[in-house]
């Protein structure tokens, strides 16, 4: 059985706080934090990005600056240089939270997103979804269906995530379960991702926020923590 931990990052941050994340990312992550064109977007990207590096850092006794990533064959980040293959993790922000999760070896996704009125959910799971999870989402009472949505999007966003397929694998081509019921895999993914090798376990982040983590491997240990609310501090 393998154990994940999963750390939920408050990004609110002053602009003197941003400069200090900004400050311990690689050249890589300031170019990109620089492309873009919202300050918002970019002040949510440097202080998740130099979140994960202090967990990542904490969690592997380096300074924040020391990490190194490199990229799978999927697009998916992974540490490099002497941490390669230590520590599997993944990152995923929306408005002010970001979940950092990370496992010893399995392979993990997290995914969060901000829970809003979305009046054209039904579209949306019938273009892009299962036709089962469409099915079952449209089944749903209208009120509903705006925060089912967002929990079945993060449920197989996670996935995605886990297996490092990015945009290569469909949404439709495996099943979730919907909410009320806990979240497991319906359906495989791959042909090699057989549906028992999975744990998917909802975070609880209040009624604003859907989260899911999910882990390639049987009845994986998870646990949820809140990383320190004045984490940037420590760049100081």
Do not use: Q
Not at 4 to 11: G, H, S
Not at 140 to 148: H, K
Not at 179 to 202: K, M, V
């Amino acid at each position: 059985m393998s154990a994940a931990e999963v750390w939920v990052v408050d990004l609110a941050s002053s602009p003197d706080r941003l400069d200090l994340c900004a400050s311990i990312l690689d050249d890589s992550e300031c170019a990109r934090a620089d492309r873009f064109a919202r300050a918002a977007d970019r002040a949510r990207y440097v202080a998740s990005h130099a979140a994960l590096r202090l967990i990542l850092a904490d969690r592997l006794d380096l300074d924040p600056t020391e990490i190194r990533f490199a990229t799978g064959s999927g697009g998916k980040p992974c540490l490099a240089g002497a941490a390669r293959g230590v520590l599997a993790f993944n990152l995923s922000h929306s408005a002010d939270r970001a979940l950092v999760g990370l496992t010893p070896g399995a392979a993990i996704g997290v995914d969060v997103e901000v829970v809003r009125p979305l009046p054209d959910a039904e579209r949306i799971a019938r273009t892009h979804f299962a036709a089962d999870e469409a099915a079952a989402l449209a089944a749903l009472p209208a009120d509903a269906r705006a925060a089912a949505f967002f929990d079945l999007w993060t449920r197989k966003e996670a996935v995605v995530k886990a297996l490092g397929t990015g945009l290569s694998l469909p949404l439709d081509r495996f099943s979730v379960s919907l909410p009320p019921a806990a979240p497991r895999l319906l359906r495989g993914a791959r042909s090699d991702a057989r549906i028992e090798a999975w744990t998917l376990a909802t975070l609880d982040l209040g009624p604003a926020y859907a989260a899911t983590v999910a882990v390639r491997s049987a009845d994986a240990a998870v646990s949820c923590r809140a990383w320190a609310a004045d984490w940037p501090d420590r760049l100081g």
